[in-house]
Nanobody, 126 residues
Framework: QVQLVESGGGLVQAGGSLRLSCAAS????????MGWFRQAPGKEREFVAT????????YYAGSVKGRFTISRDNAKNTVYLQLNSLKPEDTAVYYC???????????????????WGQGTQVTVSS
């Protein structure tokens, strides 16, 4: 079992930046593929970004590619999501997730993830 705790959300103007963090418990963080998802009001949760176990591979949703950057620090058991050039449509609760069992280096499939954080709110004003 792993616990994930997100932080770093908040209110920001369009065009601004935020950095989200997700701290994981346990000693096996470097064995998990990590991902970020988001859920806007009235919408289903959607994939944002994923990163491989050692951080050498990443994959992004088309809507955030070039604006968001996922990274990880295995020594700190933490995954990050840098959000730049934010738009009002980026407003959502952002969740980090850990995949303990996938055979792939990265995965965008929500159903593949085993553990989820509680989420952090990001609000972008126009």
């Amino acid at each position: 079992q792993v616990q994930l705790v997100e932080s770093g959300g908040g209110l920001v103007q369009a065009g601004g930046s935020l950095r989200l963090s997700c701290a994981a418990s346990g000693r096996t963080f470097n064995t998990y593929v990590m991902g970020w998802f988001r859920q806007a009001p009235g919408k289903e949760r959607e994939f944002v970004a994923t990163i491989s176990r050692n951080g050498d591979r990443t994959y992004y949703a088309g809507s955030v590619k070039g604006r968001f950057t996922i990274s990880r620090d295995n020594a700190k058991n933490t995954v990050y999501l840098q959000l730049n050039s934010l738009k009002p449509e980026d407003t959502a609760v952002y969740y980090c997730a850990a995949d303990a069992s996938t055979l792939y280096s990265t995965t965008a499939s929500e159903g593949e993830y085993d553990f989820w954080g509680q989420g952090t709110q990001v609000t972008v004003s126009s």
